[in-house]
Each structure stands twice: as structure tokens, then as C-alpha cells.
């Protein structure tokens, strides 16, 4: 949280902005973690680009993010406001050197999940890992519960449908431990629920399968723990 306040300077605050204004910021904005909007240091329109940049970063859309800046930072480059170019200048550098630890050894830079299932009597964890643009931006993990003789592949079929249901950011590839039934079917009706072209892939093998087992791993530990 800290870091995204460092690089877009989203206002902890609950100020209504509307009502109310100030004479000065507060100490948050001497330190860099506030863009003071409260004092109309930053208009409204230039604030609220900020906070979806940050929404954006958090979802791992790092690359437009960086070329909108860079955009910006040449635009204010050509009309002679070099100020707001260096500004914009170290706000790519900070959002590269953020991101920098969290790239993936990926061949590309398409959006996967690694769905990791763990089951254990009647009660089971499903742990996702979010890759974006080749970096690892979150994991999520659900304590599922379901009715007995329910089958792996069956409650795997069920975690996905209801988790994908939401349609929000969705990925290219869905990375699964088992083949589940109807896979085809299945693919194009996600893939029809969230507007893209999704495909899903149990891996044998190599990278994917490494990121798979660290989400299975995941889940087992939360399990256990539970």
C-alpha cells in the first residue's frame, strides 16, 4: 500500500472534498504520499487519472501505464514544461524499478492464472496466482465446501465456474492440476462470460507446471493450517 502511495500518491484521508477544503496540505503531502486535492494542488481531473493508474497498476497493467506517462512526458517536453517532464520522468522510473523484482521468466507477456487445488476429507483450499504482463500482481485463496463424494475434477469444474463468473480482468490462460470435463465446452463458455479468449492448460511439465505446484503447495499449507 505504501508503495502505490509512493508512486501515484492516492490520499489516505476521508475528507469530502466536495464540502470542505484546506489552506494547506497535510504532512503526508511533504513526504510524497499525497498529491494534496484537498488544497487544489492537483485539479480533479489530474487526480482521479491517478487513482485508475493505480487501480491499473494493482491489476498489473504495467505497460500502459508507462506509456501513457511516457506520452505525457513527451508531450510536456515539446511544449517547453520541462518541470512536469522530469516529474513524469521519475514517475516511470519508480513504477520500472517496482516491477523490476516481480517479472517472471515467461516467454511472453500474456495473462495466466494457476489454479492450485487441495483437497483433504470434506473440506478443500483453491489458491490462484495472477500473472499480468509477465508479473506475478497477486494470489487469492478460497476455502471451498461441498457435498460428499464430489470428485476432484467435479469441484475443480465448480471452483472455476463460480471464481470466473465475475468476469473482471480476466486472463488468456487458465492453468489447471486435473482435466476437467468438457474442457472445450467449458473454455468457450468462460470465454463468452468474460468477453476474451481463454484457454485452458493442464501442464506436464516445465515452468507452468513449477508456478502450478506452488499454488497447490499453497492451498495444502492453508489447509492445513485451517
Do not use: W
Amino acid at each position: 500500500i505504501k508503495l502505490i502511495r509512493q508512486l501515484f500518491q492516492i490520499r489516505s484521508c476521508k475528507l469530502n472534498l466536495r464540502k470542505r477544503r484546506l489552506a494547506r496540505p497535510c504532512v503526508e503531502h511533504d513526504i510524497g504520499l499525497c498529491s494534496a486535492p484537498c488544497t487544489g494542488r492537483i485539479s480533479e481531473e489530474e487526480y482521479n487519472r491517478q487513482v485508475k493508474q493505480a487501480v491499473r497498476f494493482l491489476r498489473g497493467r504495467r505497460k500502459d501505464i508507462l506509456s501513457s506517462l511516457r506520452k505525457r512526458m513527451n508531450e510536456a517536453s515539446a511544449r517547453l514544461d520541462f518541470e512536469s517532464a522530469a516529474t513524469l520522468r521519475d514517475e516511470i522510473q519508480a513504477i520500472e524499478k517496482a516491477t523490476e523484482s516481480q517479472k517472471l521468466d515467461l516467454e511472453d507477456f500474456e495473462d495466466r492464472d494457476y489454479v492450485g487445488l487441495f483437497v483433504l476429507g470434506d473440506k478443500a483450499y483453491a489458491t490462484v496466482f495472477l500473472i499480468r504482463e509477465g508479473n506475478a500482481v497477486g494470489r487469492e485463496s478460497f476455502l471451498l465446501n461441498f457435498p460428499q463424494n464430489t470428485d476432484d475434477k467435479e469441484l475443480l469444474s465448480s471452483f472455476l465456474e463460480q471464481y470466473y463468473s465475475k468476469g473482471d480482468d480476466p486472463p488468456h490462460f487458465i492453468y489447471i492440476g486435473c482435466d476437467i470435463k468438457e474442457k472445450e465446452v467449458f473454455e468457450k463458455s468462460i470465454s463468452k462470460n468474460l468477453e476474451c479468449s481463454v484457454k485452458i492448460i493442464t501442464p506436464e511439465r516445465g515452468f507452468h507446471k513449477k508456478l502450478l505446484d506452488m499454488a497447490t503447495k499453497n492451498a495444502e499449507y492453508l489447509l492445513n493450517q485451517y
